[in-house]
């Protein structure tokens, strides 16, 4: 609680802060409701084998009503390939998919091994649960709350059926790729398959975009699944997509216009004219039903998107597993993907006995039409409003960062505060997504990098200069407000509560996951409606603890790619970072439609905040 009110007095006024301090003795005091509260959680703890999980799951995904595409569904961008035919595109795919299949082999075996923590009490293992929930899995909707299907694992010696749908065009194919009874199709069988899609999809006419309505409100498409599964041919379709191993997107190229800014920072890779941010649109998004979103299937955990211009890249449904599980698995099968030649070898004839994948059909009645029709609608004007941009900051990386003996996490978290004083003049709620893997079945906590000593840092980061009228020799003089070396003492400061607070929370100290414990408990122990919940969770100051006007999360990849998401509220911004050795990544995102928001001037302060603290960095005993 003490924590608590720790992070509120940045966010509050003295008079809330006063107010906020007397709620928390009254609930955590002597006597008060927390301490039975309390006990509660302990008493669930013995039960469970993590008695926060299914709150959390709840609370952050499974109870989320608004449409998941952008306000949840992150987007991954690879380096582009180079595809010069349609076979290409076949067999690239085609080695993905194979590559898939393997990794689904060893997780069948149980076979994954335990990885430990590197650092911050190294040597401790991580839960590997994740790691299970990304194949063969989906999120389902439903009118009050979402359900998760997660495949079963095979018995020991059963050989496992496995299947991948294919969207083309908006037409979903199903393609076995290993049957009990016939084994594995082999790479040249399954491009063979493909090969056959992106023949067959282009002669359809009278196509359904069904996709299209897993982008919609959730209790809207939750009604809409429910009518469609009472025809035989549409439950059956719904079954093979949800129990997939994964859905591939053969996706258009979104025109270079789309969403046309000037990029800002070091350029990155493009894919012909489209530059990285065109790119993360198709990945997050597909660009709207005019171009890819109907080519979806956003409830599913996987959705590997390639592209015919080589475009190549990842949507995926958050609610099984962190960015960090998904994409260790999809780099995995990139790199093995990437060891393909560039010529590619027409499929030997071994795929012509084959019969051709089955082309998912549905029976749709006026009211199913109409609502694809209103699902659309959402869809587009979110994708209208999506201002995302990524930004490469390539005036140093980690490498400056460590010989600054600055945790780089820590560093980037300030930079981030730093530039939204900057453009604010004030700090916000903050999220930092913490992993707790070294607890069964964890998977994030919250690090506030909000605190009052990164506060007055930023403060005095951002005193005007005073200039004099002294020359010194030919020098002209400038003072500052707060010198350098105050400036570098409240540095060293908020550096080291930051710390503090990153390590306390992949240890399990974090705040939130244990508040959200308090609240739900109160819930499960009151349960009537008459009874309020604590005035802890239902004055103003609770909602702003958790209006997070700046998401932000370290998503660090191996090659060169990236990923992205949509901020969590209309007025604030979603910011992930890669932070490679001499630069870092940013995605940074916000809604159009709030007059208060803007990437463009984001980048830019952060550019300016990241130089002036090379600068404070630099100086003579600067570090
Ligand atoms: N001086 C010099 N080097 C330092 C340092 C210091 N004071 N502190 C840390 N470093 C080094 C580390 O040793 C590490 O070195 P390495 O790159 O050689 O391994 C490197 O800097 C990075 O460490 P740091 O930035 O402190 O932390 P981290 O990489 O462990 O990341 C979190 C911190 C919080 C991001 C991480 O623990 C985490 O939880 N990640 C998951 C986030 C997540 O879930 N994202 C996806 C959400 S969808």
Redesign the pocket.
């Known amino acids: 609680m003490q924590k608590y009110i720790k992070t509120l007095q940045p966010l509050l006024s003295e008079d809330e802060h006063e107010k906020i301090k007397k709620i928390v003795e009254k609930f955590a005091g002597e006597g008060g409701l927390g301490r039975k509260l309390q006990l509660y959680l302990l008493a669930r703890r013995e039960k469970l084998d993590n008695w926060a999980y299914e709150y959390w799951l709840k609370d952050l995904y499974l109870n989320y009503r608004e449409p998941i595409v952008i306000n949840s569904n992150?987007g991954m961008v690879f380096p582009p390939r180079k595809f010069t035919t349609i076979l290409d595109v076949a067999r690239f795919t085609a080695r993905l998919i194979d590559a898939a299949l393997s990794h689904k082999d060893i997780l069948n075996r149980k076979a994954l091994p335990i990885e430990r923590a590197?650092?911050?009490e190294p040597g401790q293992p991580l839960c590997m649960a994740q790691y299970y929930r990304i194949l063969g899995c989906c999120r389902l909707p439903g009118k009050v709350t979402d359900s998760q299907y997660v495949a079963e694992l095979p018995n020991d010696n059963e050989q496992a059926s496995e299947h991948v749908v294919i969207v083309c065009r908006n037409q979903q194919y199903c393609v076995p790729i290993q049957a009990g009874d016939r084994g594995r199709l082999n790479e040249d069988e399954i491009c063979a398959q493909l090969l056959y899609i992106l023949d067959d999809a282009p002669c359809q006419s009278n196509i359904t975009p069904v996709g299209i309505l897993t982008g919609w409100k959730r209790a809207l498409w939750a009604e809409a699944r429910e009518d469609l599964m009472r025809d035989e041919k549409n439950r059956r379709n719904l079954e093979l997509i949800e129990k997939s191993l994964l859905i591939v997107c053969l996706d258009e190229a979104l025109p270079a216009s789309f969403n046309c800014r000037l990029q800002k920072g070091g350029k990155g890779f493009m894919a012909g004219n489209r530059d990285e941010s065109n790119l993360a649109h198709q990945m997050i998004h597909g660009g709207g039903f005019q171009f890819n979103s109907a080519n979806r299937w956003f409830d599913k955990t996987v959705q590997l998107i390639i592209s015919g211009d080589g475009a190549c890249g990842l949507c995926y449904e958050?609610s099984m597993a962190?960015?960090?599980a998904?994409?260790q698995l999809i780099e995995n099968l990139w790199k093995q993907a990437e060891l393909l030649p560039t010529a590619s070898e027409v499929p030997s004839n071994v795929g012509s006995h084959l019969p051709p994948p089955e082309k998912l059909e549905w029976f749709l009645e006026a009211t199913d039409l109409k609502r694809i029709e209103d699902a659309s609608q959402v869809v587009d004007n979110l994708v209208k409003d999506l201002d995302f941009q990524v930004f490469r900051f390539t005036g140093y990386g980690?490498d400056f960062?460590?010989?600054?003996?600055?945790?780089?996490?820590?560093?980037?978290q300030l930079a981030l505060q730093l530039a939204y004083y900057k453009l604010y003049g004030k700090l916000t709620a903050t999220y930092?997504?913490?992993?707790?893997?070294r607890f069964l079945l964890g998977?994030?906590d919250c690090?506030r990098s909000a605190t009052p000593e990164a506060l007055e840092w930023v403060m005095a980061m951002s005193q005007p200069k005073e200039e004099t009228d002294y020359d010194i020799g030919n020098k002209k003089v400038t003072f500052h407000l707060v010198s350098d070396d105050r400036k570098y003492e409240l540095w060293c400061e908020a550096?080291k509560v930051q710390?503090k607070e990153?390590v306390d929370?992949?240890l399990g100290h974090g705040i939130d996951i244990h508040l959200l414990g308090l609240r739900e408990a109160a819930k499960d122990t009151c349960p009537t409606a008459a009874t309020p919940l604590p005035e802890l969770f239902t004055d103003p100051s609770y909602r702003l603890a958790n209006k997070f006007l700046l998401s932000t999360?370290?998503?660090?990849t191996s090659t060169n790619s990236f990923?992205g998401?949509g901020p969590v509220e209309p007025d604030g911004y979603g910011a992930?970072y890669n932070?490679k050795t001499d630069h870092i990544i940013f995605c940074l995102s916000a809604f159009w439609s709030s007059e208060v928001t803007s990437t463009s001037r984001f980048a830019q302060s952060l550019e300016e905040s990241l130089n002036a603290m090379q600068v404070l960095l630099n100086r003579p005993n600067g570090t």
Do not use: L
């Open positions: 992150p590197t650092s911050r958050h962190e960015g960090v998904v994409i980690k960062m460590k010989s600054c003996k600055v945790s780089p996490d820590v560093f980037v930092e997504s913490a992993s707790t893997r998977r994030v690090i550096v710390t990153m929370n992949i999360s370290q998503v660090s990923m998401y992930s932070i």
